[in-house]
């Protein structure tokens, strides 16, 4: 299983409606891709800058090559998609592991 890790560092003004389009919008369109099986969506709880919050979106995928078919057709339009509607609002990492 391997797990590829989005965290999002976001400004509180626009914390609401970036939410609710991660939820309605984007975790969606990421799934419909066909390369994970599963998402979870955490907030950040030992963040701690006054004018920002942290969430964790964790995409799972069955192996490498979903991620590796992820990266190469899909996550270029999307990333740039949440750029466009939140630009200079966020920062953002990613992370790739694997169930051991």
Same mark, same amino acid.
């Given at each position: 299983?391997? +797990?590829?890790?989005?965290?999002?560092?976001? $400004?509180?003004?626009?914390? /609401?409606?970036?939410?609710?389009?991660?939820?309605?919008?984007?975790?969606? $369109? /990421?799934? *419909?891709?066909? #390369?994970?099986?599963?998402?979870?969506?955490?907030? /950040?709880?030992?963040? $701690?800058?006054?004018?920002?919050?942290?969430?964790?979106? %964790?995409?799972? *995928?069955? *192996?490498?090559?979903? +991620? %590796?078919?992820? #990266?190469?057709?899909? *996550? $270029?339009? +999307? %990333? #740039?998609?949440? %750029?466009?509607?939140?630009?200079?609002?966020?920062?953002?990492?990613?992370?790739? +592991?694997?169930?051991?």
């Amino acid at each position: 299983m391997i +797990l590829y890790n989005v965290t999002v560092g976001i $400004d509180n003004s626009i914390e /609401v409606e970036w939410k609710k389009w991660m939820i309605e919008v984007h975790i969606p $369109d /990421v799934i *419909a891709t066909g #390369q994970f099986v599963d998402h979870k969506f955490f907030k /950040v709880l030992s963040h $701690d800058e006054p004018n920002s919050s942290s969430f964790s979106i %964790q995409y799972f *995928a069955k *192996a490498k090559e979903n +991620l %590796q078919v992820y #990266q190469t057709n899909f *996550a $270029d339009k +999307l %990333q #740039q998609d949440h %750029q466009d509607k939140f630009a200079n609002k966020f920062v953002a990492f990613r992370t790739v +592991l694997e169930s051991v």
